[in-house]
């Protein structure tokens, strides 16, 4: 197991090198004054990066096109090969910014992707956000090869989080997009990750398919003529992954037989790192199948390469498998040396996995203090569980958080585009008003000049029709007096007329005052007429006077002159300054004609009025236990009629209950 992770470790550092860059054969079409690929390859790293640097400098100078954002994304992939992270973070944020600015779909996604591989080593979960990002950029471009090489990054990132699941996943859907692709290098990564997420799941069987897959990928690599020392890095490493999971099989005979055949002068010299791994490999598959003949030997040999190449990672895994063969060997000094060595280094480069195998080693090694190294690997192994956890939750939540911020911003472009749209009708229409007002002035003048002999004619027939407004408006005017003599003034009237007929008959001192009363009330008649042949001005009056004592001295002045008994009740939380005066004209004529219909025609000896407020609706009741009628078959007088009219001007609702012998009640409903 450990050897996996080691093995792995290494070989997709360079896989997801190849694999992260190689599209840029895109950008280096054009432009090549400002961007010499061939003279950057020849310099020295550290005149490479003064270079670059110039380059970034005379960028800024030029203006936001295309090919100004390729030659940033070029800069920035060469500060990467570079391993500065920093820079080549800096210059694709640079491109992120003019892309969006010049809406270019093209580099945008791209800039996302490599914005991601600068986080990958540093912020994992940023790294997983942009690529999660480009993804869906590249999806909408359907630029599907890319999707599938974003869903690897995210499964890297997910991998060495120990997210293994959901790695397991993204890569299912990489390798669905790459089943018809001729990026074979992309599908060996893909089958590689695979079979190595599915050995951390120990499902070891289902790992060797994926790893032999790999295999095959490199035969049509070789059949497609890919670089040939690519390609033997490749199958040498693949073979490896192979021989791990033979050795957790504990197989070691089949991977003793793979791996012998590896080791050469040629790779130890091309490649002394993967020598290092196979010999490393082989010594511990040796070891596992009980065979220690030279096994010291060839880790001390894997440990003198690590060292020399300063990989500290590599040194880790050699130092444990020395730890382990001392330990078989029951050479417990020499363990405990090598595996204390180990979990130091292990803690320095926090490599959680590898700190719980030198605890496990050691515990096996030193039974004095095993009981010290069995808690802290229940205390770390705990821990890592929590991690992995929040890692489990991170991730998916970073997933959601973006999809809904796509979704709002989907929704947000949608109503930007319907604004757009609307905005165009709306100037459409009025350039179209503005054009059909010029064009029909235009008519108009042509029309005048060809009847300017018949100017005089048409000036009559304008004053005549002006004069037929004058008489309508006249009449409109001598109804609006009618409705408000009969409404106000006739009923006043009628109301003064009968109380004094009923007090021409007594001559009491009650009744000389009362009649002082109704001549005060035939003043303020007067006064209304005044108001009333003065425009019709009626605000005075209703705002000198509060409603509700207008409503009861109403209905005081009708139970002087009849045997009904009137009872009044509202809302108290009505506030009648919050309505229009024309409202507070109308609701009074209206009670003022219903009341005045009950005197008249109704025979009753009880009459209700509520007035009350439900939200926004204004409600008016007036009942009676007078004789009643048919509705179907009364014929409406001018009293219900001016009701029904004053109702239907305040938009509101009239409807009359009402039976012979069973009294009437009438309810209106104002919204």
């Known amino acids: 197991m450990i050897n996996s992770q080691r093995i792995f470790f290494c070989l997709l550092t360079l896989l997801f090198i190849s694999c992260t860059k190689d599209n840029l054969s895109i950008y280096e079409q054009k432009d090549q004054a400002m961007f010499d690929k061939s003279y950057i390859d020849k310099l020295h790293n550290s005149k490479k990066e003064a270079y670059l ?59 996302l992707y490599y914005i991601g591989d600068c986080y990958q080593n540093s912020k994992k979960d940023s790294a997983f956000f942009y690529y999660l990002k480009a993804e869906k950029l590249y999806y909408s471009n359907h630029d599907y090869e890319n999707v599938a090489r974003m869903l690897f990054n995210k499964a890297y990132v997910l991998f060495y989080d120990g997210n293994y699941l959901e790695c397991q996943t993204q890569l299912s859907k990489a390798l669905k997009y790459l089943r018809k692709s001729k990026k074979i290098d992309l599908i060996y990564c893909c089958n590689i990750l695979m079979g190595n997420c599915l050995e951390k799941l120990t499902y070891y069987d289902s790992a060797l398919k994926y790893h032999k897959f790999a295999l095959a990928n490199i035969t049509e690599m070789k059949a497609n003529h890919y670089d040939t020392a690519l390609i033997n890095y490749y199958n040498i490493s693949s073979l490896v992954n192979i021989c791990n999971l033979y050795d957790l099989k504990k197989e070691y005979s089949k991977s003793i037989e793979i791996l012998k055949k590896l080791p050469s002068e040629d790779l130890r010299k091309k490649s002394p790192e993967l020598y290092a791994k196979v010999v490393s490999n082989l010594a511990y598959s040796k070891m596992k199948d009980g065979d220690f003949r030279n096994v010291k030997s060839m880790f001390l040999e894997s440990l003198k390469i690590a060292d020399s190449i300063g990989n500290e990672s590599e040194i880790l895994y050699r130092k444990l498998r020395l730890g382990e063969y001392f330990l078989l060997q029951k050479d417990t000094i020499n363990s405990m040396f090598y595996l204390l060595k180990a979990k130091k280094l292990a803690i320095k480069i926090q490599n959680n996995n590898e700190i719980l195998s030198s605890l496990e080693l050691l515990q096996k090694a030193d039974s004095k203090n095993g009981l010290r190294y069995a808690n802290e690997y229940i205390r770390i192994s705990d821990s890592l569980n929590l991690i992995q956890k929040k890692s489990y939750d991170k991730y998916a939540r970073i997933e959601y958080e973006t999809s809904r911020v796509e979704n709002e911003n989907a929704d947000l472009s949608k109503k930007n585009f319907i604004i757009l749209i609307v905005s165009f009708v709306l100037i459409l229409f009025f350039v179209s008003v503005i054009f059909w007002r010029s064009f029909k002035h235009k008519n108009r003048e042509l029309r005048l000049l060809k009847m300017q002999q018949n100017a005089n004619d048409d000036l009559h027939h304008l004053m005549s029709e002006q004069q037929d407004e004058i008489n309508l408006a006249k009449q409109t005017e001598k109804i609006k007096i009618s409705k408000e003599l009969h409404d106000g003034i006739m009923n006043k009237i009628y109301a003064v007329r009968m109380n004094l007929g009923v007090l021409n008959s007594k001559t009491s001192q009650e009744t000389i005052e009362k009649r002082r009363d109704f001549i005060f009330e035939l003043q303020n008649i007067e006064n209304e007429i005044r108001d009333i042949s003065h425009a019709l001005n009626h605000k005075s009056f209703f705002d000198k006077n509060d409603f509700d004592s207008l409503i009861l001295n109403l209905i005081k002045h009708q139970e002087n002159i009849s045997a009904v008994k009137f009872k009044y009740s509202r809302d108290e939380n009505i506030n009648w300054s919050d309505f229009q005066n024309i409202f507070r004209i109308n609701l009074y004529r209206i009670i003022q004609e219903a009341i005045l219909n009950v005197n008249k025609h109704s025979n009753a000896s009880e009459c209700e009025i509520q007035i009350f407020q439900s939200d926004a609706i204004m409600n008016l ?35 009359i209950e009402s039976k012979k012998g069973k009294g009437t009640k009438i309810k209106i409903v104002f919204h």
């Open 53 to 111: 640097d110039s380059i970034v400098a005379l960028l800024k100078f030029r203006k936001n096109d295309s090919i100004t954002r390729k030659d940033y994304l070029k800069v920035s992939s060469e500060f990467y090969y570079l391993n500065n992270y920093k820079k080549s973070l800096k210059t694709s944020l640079e491109t992120l910014k003019l892309s969006k600015e010049a809406n270019d779909k093209n580099t945008t996604p791209t800039a």
């Open 621 to 655: 009741f007036i009942t009676d236990n007078g004789d009643g009628f048919e509705e179907d078959v009364q014929k409406k007088g001018i009293g219900l009629t001016n009701i029904s009219e004053r109702v239907n001007l305040l938009k509101g609702k009239l409807e």
